[in-house]
């Protein structure tokens, strides 16, 4: 049995005087798409804000693809292949659609100031093959934009797809969804649906905050349930839609 | 002990002006949520008002009420002419601090260039000195002091008794809410940059008769101990606002006694950063807010 | 051209390259990577003060009548280089301190106060650079090497300012074009989705202040070496605010957009304008340059918040055998 990818165990975190969330524990098993699902207020965002490392728990650890990783700056974890999207749109506005995808490109030397003083021979190549690569993102997820328009005056939906192909631009073994369906229109969620299938069945793994318990049901497994800072149950929608602390809990919250 | 008593009145002075200028200057920023980094060239426009006034015969009382109306009339129409006008157009945070240091820029060298880059003095009979507990004051300065009170009592009551005074704070707290409880928030906007600019003018007409002479500088170098105490107090809170004056009015007094006069203002400038590095949200809110943090 | 109108332009060539340096270092950290460094004329004058006080010579020297630390003889361009040393490492401790996560009108205020602060050290601590008088007297770069008359010298020290003006201008061409000015600007616009794919925010930061402070730092010293004076008077807030007007009006995130701006806002504005008949009393043309600077500034936020030239994505070349067809 291989180990899980991401391991979480008793993470626990307070916002004055709040526990948000208290003893989390759970696995995320390479090549599923793990869903994490609850009321408002279950501490779902802070659970994704400490494994990403926007937030520092108080206590417990996270350890994703072997490395102990809890407390470090979110860049590292991104360059470990634990990448996430967030909620709200957040795509590079002034940017154009296909310089938003080349930042997201991994290990890129002209980044770095002597490099980038050098001149361009140093880093054409690599360059090269990025744009190659972030214009087969581009025609593979169909977005509906020239890759020169400036990403702040795409559409939302528009905005979703290129925020999801920035994240594969990035080379991630773990991709973390913060409601990715979140205000987008139910043909739009079915595109996406197929694309993260896809992406699944060519190796990435998932773990995905989400509301709409129909995407959940139709991609997730297994799927974590938690309420008021703790995980209460898991396993696949059909089991935990017959769990009775589940149900109370969406009754409750 | 003697000099630290000395200063201590001239503390309470500043302290007195200070709390005018940032209780204006807070309420400004409270419901409209804009930085007005003019604010000190306008309380320096009521203080040459107050000039015009008392040269032309006027006596204290004139002066301070035609100060406290032109700073009221200068910032209603800031607000309506110009501030309003960009933050509908879309203008973010730092570009309304851009717009406000232009303001800044125009009304002090326009000040400059309609008066001239010489010293003034507001035109008023020499005032006879008091003693109390080894302070001397002025009966100038015991009438800023006085002045300050009484500002401190009305603003006071203002908000926590009257309607508007509701209507203010509940605008300044969440505007869309206001607005949706029924609240003419357009009208409690109105009515808090006349108010704050009647402060202001206040402020300013008080600092002109506290310094033995004036110029289009001062009331913008004055700016940044408003802030500061502002900023101390929390910005947009009036009450800490008048903390923050007491602060920073005293110890910059102090200091200067105690270290040396060419530091005074380095007091409050590093009060300021230091609350801005370390708590951006002031002494006396719980929780920095998002307003505070990066938008 | 006459002996004064030659002073006249050269004079004006030289504002010209030190205000595009200043612009297009600010650019770098405002516009392309949204650092509000409203204390950036403090590392200017940095800049100008290490050169002052690098060929000075020992105060004692000539009767002593100016106190500042240090004192030396450098031959050029060691001086040159040394301001811009002194900018980059002065601003990495500033930027180390004084850059943090906050809303962008307190930031502000934080490097504005900054900038006060360092206006009221340096003034009262004469001993620094000799206080509110400021140093006078300062050599000139290859002035007896060269040996010509004074116009002929104008003119050398403008192919010198043009060759340190060429220089940033590589230097920024070079961030902006790349991977790193790309990164840069990811972080502007949105600094948590950078760090979530894996930039370094705070470094990518400091290098973007460092280089514009290092920028700032050889701006200063080739002015100050110029006008052989550099006192309080010469970096007072406003001047800060001056060039960001310039690179607000010419187009911020945008190198050519700074060169403009530095071209319309600091040097038609306010040195051109130096020579034209005092009208009113003394002092009312500075006081009126400064109102239009302020009207000028709301004017284009008002109508073109985003300058003459606005900041534009770069394109990327297509290999033969693709069209550019908009996908549907």
Request: net charge neutral; with cysteine; aromatic share 8%.
């Amino acid at each position: 049995m291989t180990p899980p990818l991401l391991s979480v165990r008793n993470l626990a975190i307070n916002f004055g005087g709040v526990q948000a969330v208290r003893d989390v524990s759970f696995d995320v098993v390479e090549g599923s798409i793990t869903g994490l699902i609850g009321p408002n207020g279950a501490g779902k965002s802070s659970v994704l804000a400490i494994v990403s490392g926007f937030l520092s728990p108080k206590s417990g650890s996270v350890t994703f693809d072997g490395n102990e990783v809890s407390g470090q700056a979110p860049f590292r974890l991104a360059r470990l292949g634990l990448v996430r999207t967030f909620q709200l749109s957040s795509e590079f506005e002034r940017l154009s659609v296909i310089e938003n995808l080349l930042v997201a490109a991994p290990g890129q030397s002209g980044e770095r100031l002597r490099d980038a003083l050098a001149g361009r021979w140093r880093w054409r190549d690599q360059e090269a093959a990025s744009i190659e690569r972030a214009r087969g993102l581009l025609d593979r997820f169909e977005i509906p934009a020239k890759e020169d328009d400036v990403a702040g005056d795409l559409s939302g939906g528009q905005k979703r797809l290129l925020e999801l192909a920035r994240a594969l631009m990035a080379e991630p073994k773990l991709l973390l969804l913060d409601e990715p369906m979140a205000g987008v229109n139910p043909a739009l969620i079915r595109r996406i649906e197929s694309h993260l299938l896809a992406l699944r069945d060519e190796g990435l793994s998932m773990l995905m905050v989400e509301h709409e318990l129909g995407v959940v049901e139709r991609l997730c497994d297994p799927v974590i349930v938690m309420a008021q800072g703790q995980v209460l149950s898991s396993g696949t929608m059909a089991e935990l839609r017959t769990n009775q602390e589940v149900l109370d809990a969406y009754l409750a919250g | 002990m003697n000099i630290y008593v000395l200063s201590l009145g001239f503390g309470l002075i500043t302290a007195s002006i200070l709390a005018i200028a940032s209780v204006g200057f807070t309420l400004q920023f409270g419901v409209t949520n804009v930085l007005n980094l003019a604010y000190g060239d306008v309380m320096t426009g009521a203080a040459f008002v107050a000039y015009l006034v008392t040269k032309a015969g006027g006596g204290l009382a004139e002066a301070l009420v035609a100060g406290a109306g032109s700073g009221a009339v200068a910032s209603y129409g800031l607000n309506r002419l110009v501030y309003t006008p960009f933050v509908r157009r879309g203008t973010r945070l730092f570009g309304m601090i851009i717009v406000t240091i232009s303001v800044s820029l125009v009304v002090q060298n326009g000040l400059q260039a309609i008066f001239k880059a010489t010293f003034f003095s507001l035109s008023l009979p020499r005032p006879s000195s008091y003693t109390f507990a080894g302070m001397i004051f002025t009966s100038q300065q015991l009438v800023i002091i006085g002045l300050a009170v009484v500002a401190m009592v009305l603003v006071h009551a203002l908000l926590s008794w009257t309607k508007l005074g509701r209507a203010m704070r509940a605008t300044a707290a969440d505007p869309e809410l206001a607005r949706s409880c029924g609240i003419a928030t357009d009208r409690v906007i109105d009515v808090a940059w006349l108010l704050s600019g009647a402060l202001c003018g206040t402020a300013g007409v008080t600092l002109a008769l506290n310094v033995s002479s004036f110029t289009s500088t001062t009331g913008g170098q004055f700016l940044i101990p408003v802030i500061a105490a502002a900023v101390l107090g929390g910005v947009g809170h009036p009450y800490g606002a008048m903390i923050g004056a007491v602060v920073i009015g005293l110890s910059s007094e102090l200091s200067a006694s105690v270290i040396s006069p060419d530091y005074k203002e380095v007091v409050a400038f590093i009060i300021l950063i230091v609350v801005l590095l370390i708590r951006p949200q002031g002494i006396f809110s719980e929780v920095a807010t998002q307003k505070e943090v990066a938008v | 051209m006459s002996s004064s109108m030659q002073f006249y332009v050269s004079n004006l060539l030289v504002y010209l390259g030190v205000d595009v340096m200043a612009c297009l270092g600010l650019n770098l950290q405002f516009g392309v990577a949204g650092l509000i460094n409203f204390a950036f004329i403090v590392f200017q004058a940095a800049g100008a003060y290490t050169a002052a006080v690098l060929t000075l010579g020992p105060s004692t020297a000539m009767g002593g009548f100016q106190s500042y630390i240090i004192g030396a003889h450098l031959p050029f361009p060691l001086p040159f280089l040394a301001a811009a040393v002194v900018g980059g490492a002065l601003s990495l401790l500033v930027g180390l301190v004084a850059l943090r996560r906050l809303r962008s009108d307190y930031q502000a205020m934080v490097m504005l106060v900054i900038s006060l602060i360092a206006t009221t050290v340096v003034t009262n601590a004469t001993g620094l650079f000799n206080g509110s008088n400021g140093l006078a007297l300062i050599p000139q770069p290859l002035k007896s090497t060269l040996g010509l008359s004074p116009v002929g010298y104008q003119w050398a020290y403008v192919v010198i300012t043009f060759v340190c003006t060429i220089l940033v201008w590589v230097v920024v061409r070079r961030i902006t074009g790349s991977p790193l000015g790309r990164a840069l600007r990811a972080v502007r616009d949105n600094d948590a989705a950078a760090a979530a794919l894996g930039k370094n925010v705070t470094q990518l930061r400091l290098v973007a202040f460092v280089t514009g402070g290092a920028i700032a730092g050889l701006s200063g010293a080739v002015l100050a070496q110029f006008i052989t004076a550099w006192s309080p008077g010469s970096w007072l807030f406003p001047e800060s605010f001056v060039y960001f007007a310039a690179i607000i009006v010419g187009g911020s995130g945008n190198n050519l957009g700074a060169i403009v701006g530095a071209a319309l806002v600091p040097v038609a504005f306010l040195e051109a304008t130096r020579y034209i008949p005092q009208f009113g009393y003394p002092g009312l043309v500075d006081a009126l340059q400064w109102v239009v600077v302020g009207l000028l500034t709301l004017t284009v936020m008002w109508f073109r918040p985003r300058g003459v030239f606005p900041e534009r994505p770069q394109r990327f070349a297509r290999p033969p055998g693709h069209g550019t067809e908009t996908k549907t």
